[in-house]
């Protein structure tokens, strides 16, 4: 519960932040919405995997060990680096206001930030040092 209340806070916190930055002057009037769609998607990626990390550095098992210093600040500059790409999803698309109405930009923004992390899917993150952030779930040993 805490998690999502935090995802809910730094989306809606990040979209007023950024709307509000000289960032909007970039955007036409009409893009606005898909800028507040990225926004919202940075503040939502942040705010729910910082906490998990976090955590993982104070609780721990034998199963899953506590995670150390080094690979935190690892796993939390990757989300940050992932919430630019996703601003930098939004700002392009946002630029469609110039052409299309509010209501169509928006929509096209939905898609694109929602859709845009399916490239970084397929990158091997286990090798490079950045799985694990969400543990595995344990397996259930039959009697």
């Known amino acids: 519960m805490i998690v999502v209340f935090a995802t809910m806070v730094l989306g809606a916190f990040a979209a007023g ?3 509000l930055s000289p960032l909007s002057a970039v955007v036409p009037e009409d893009g606005e919405h898909a800028l507040g769609v990225g926004c919202i998607g940075l503040g939502g990626i942040t705010g729910l995997v910082v906490p998990l990390v976090l955590f993982g550095m104070v609780r721990g098992s034998e199963d899953t060990p506590r995670v150390g210093p080094g690979d935190a600040a690892r796993k939390i500059l ?7 790409y996703l601003l930098l999803v939004a700002v392009v698309v946002a630029q469609l206001g110039y052409v299309l109405p509010r209501d169509i930009t928006t929509t ?9 992390w399916m490239p970084l899917a397929m990158v091997p993150w286990e090798k490079l040092g950045l799985g694990g952030i969400v543990p595995k779930p344990k397996s259930r040993k039959s009697d």
């Open 78 to 84: 990757a989300v940050l680096v992932f919430a630019v």
């Open 17 to 19: 932040a950024l709307l």
């Open 108 to 116: 096209i923004a939905v898609f694109a930030v929602g859709f845009s």
